[in-house]
């Protein structure tokens, strides 16, 4: 049956998470998709009980059996020990997603300890509706996991999402001043995730992921929270952080690792603001950062709202020495003259179709070819979602100039990507 497991990140945007791309294909062929995040309750009873071996075990047991209950077309993913993704096609009606989601609910309730001694366990599954709830892949796992903690808020096993409930939540938890919170009282902080140059095979970057693990709430995806700084205004400052942090990261690697860069993702709102190039010089001459070392990442479709005003701060960018990343290359308005015209440094080639290009002959055309266009226009290339060798082996011989990926790292803290650093030359 087409199921998968794969290394446990959170069931976020920047993770290479497989129900995300398999829901993105999902999208691109306009198949109906019901989207189930399960949560499981009773999870640290049961190592505390049992211990970790055997509480591991029957966790194990859990995902075999939902394993066995799902269709051939069905993907499960174990995101992590309490977490469970689900896509399910072909489900006519909100009725047959809710039925589904009720014998999830029961296999999981069934779970027992030894023979007959139930283990305890129950479960909150959010659902997110395509094209119901929209198209965009990342938007339709936002909301997934907005409808999960909606879901947890109202201790009902399972949750549909709905975005009037979704603004209700937001506003019951005080998010907003919280997100305000975290600033002041260090709450967020940055993840590493390494950019490997395919043609020396040394580290020639990272790229900085946000993380914010709220006292109360725990962990608030990135798209929820920083949907919520643009929405209120907050997202200066957290850009703000991010650059800043990220260039101090980087002000002490370099002494050691003199070729390392950062690139830090940049929202839709920014990229219609020049406020972006006062925070961008601020934290480079504070931190003693050559612009060269900074990279700004920017998506396709985020340039669209205002073309010209966008190019204008884009020049600019790179004016100053900083260099423009396009990012989720081949999900929007991707055409020749695009590349042209566009004043930017980097194309980085959507995950989707670097995860497909093994098996999908189309997808593997369409890295092929965006390699080629792209470095034809003068602009290096990225490829992300890189998790197998025969993948990375492939990008090798299509002439790519970098990759990223679980397969070669996944994101991880500052201090644990030096360990990989050093790991790196200790092999070498």
């Known amino acids: 049956m087409g199921t998968t497991t794969l290394r446990p990140p959170h069931f976020q945007s920047d993770g290479a998470s497989r129900a995300g791309e398999m829901l993105g294909q999902s999208v691109s062929t306009s198949r109906e998709v019901a989207i189930m995040l399960v949560y499981l309750h009773g999870v640290e009873r049961l190592y505390a009980t049992l211990g970790h071996d055997r509480a591991a075990t029957i966790l194990d047991d859990v995902y075999t059996r939902l394993c066995g209950m799902a269709r051939a077309d069905d993907v499960i993913e174990r995101v992590n020990d309490r977490k469970i993704a689900m896509l399910m096609s072909g489900l006519r009606n909100r009725g047959h997603v809710r039925l589904a989601a009720q014998k999830v609910e029961r296999v999981i309730a069934e779970t027992v300890v030894g023979e007959f001694e139930p283990a305890g366990l129950r479960s909150t599954a959010g659902v997110v509706l395509c094209p119901e709830h929209g198209r965009n892949?990342?938007?339709?796992?936002?909301?997934?996991?907005?409808?999960?903690?909606?879901?947890?808020?109202?201790?009902?096993?399972?949750?549909?999402?709905?975005?009037?409930?979704?603004?209700?939540?937001?506003?019951?938890?005080?998010?907003?001043?919280?997100?305000?919170?975290?600033?002041?009282?260090?709450?967020?902080?940055?993840?590493?995730?390494?950019?490997?140059c395919l043609r020396t095979n040394r580290?020639?970057?990272?790229?900085?992921?946000m993380r914010w693990n709220e006292p109360e709430l725990g962990?608030?995806?990135?798209?929820?929270?920083?949907?919520?700084?643009?929405?209120?205004?907050?997202?200066?400052?957290?850009?703000?952080?991010?650059?800043?942090r990220a260039c101090r990261q980087l002000s002490e690697w370099q002494g050691r690792w003199p070729q390392l860069t950062a690139a830090v993702n940049i929202t839709p709102a920014l990229i219609q603001s020049t406020e972006i190039l006062d925070v961008l010089e601020s934290a480079t001459n504070i931190w003693g950062v050559a612009p060269e070392s900074?990279?700004?990442?920017?998506?396709?479709?985020?340039?669209?709202?205002?073309?010209?005003?966008?190019?204008?701060?884009?020049?600019?960018i790179r004016e100053y020495g900083s260099k423009v990343s396009i990012d989720d290359f081949g999900t929007g308005y991707s055409s020749l003259s695009y590349l042209k015209e566009i004043p930017a440094d980097e194309l980085k080639i959507d995950r989707t179709f670097v995860m497909g290009m093994m098996k999908d002959a189309g997808d593997r055309k369409i890295v092929e070819h965006s390699i080629s266009i792209a470095q034809s226009f003068g602009l290096s290339v990225v490829a992300e979602g890189i998790e197998t060798a025969e993948s990375l082996a492939a990008l090798t011989e299509l002439g790519c100039d970098y990759a990223q990926g679980y397969y070669i790292c996944k994101p991880l803290p500052g201090d644990e990507i030096e360990e990989f650093f050093r790991s790196r030359e200790d092999a070498a």
């Open 137 to 196: 892949p990342q938007e339709l796992m936002r909301c997934a996991e907005v409808a999960l903690l909606d879901g947890r808020h109202k201790n009902e096993p399972i949750c549909f999402y709905e975005a009037a409930s979704a603004q209700a939540l937001f506003d019951a938890w005080g998010l907003e001043g919280r997100l305000a919170n975290a600033l002041e009282e260090s709450q967020l902080e940055l993840h590493y995730q390494p950019k490997l």
């Open 203 to 209: 580290i020639a970057g990272v790229e900085a992921l």
């Open 219 to 244: 962990p608030i995806s990135p798209d929820v929270f920083i949907n919520l700084a643009e929405a209120t205004g907050q997202i200066t400052d957290l850009t703000d952080f991010a650059i800043q």
């Open 294 to 316: 900074m990279t700004l990442e920017v998506t396709e479709n985020s340039l669209m709202a205002n073309p010209e005003l966008s190019h204008e701060i884009l020049v600019r």
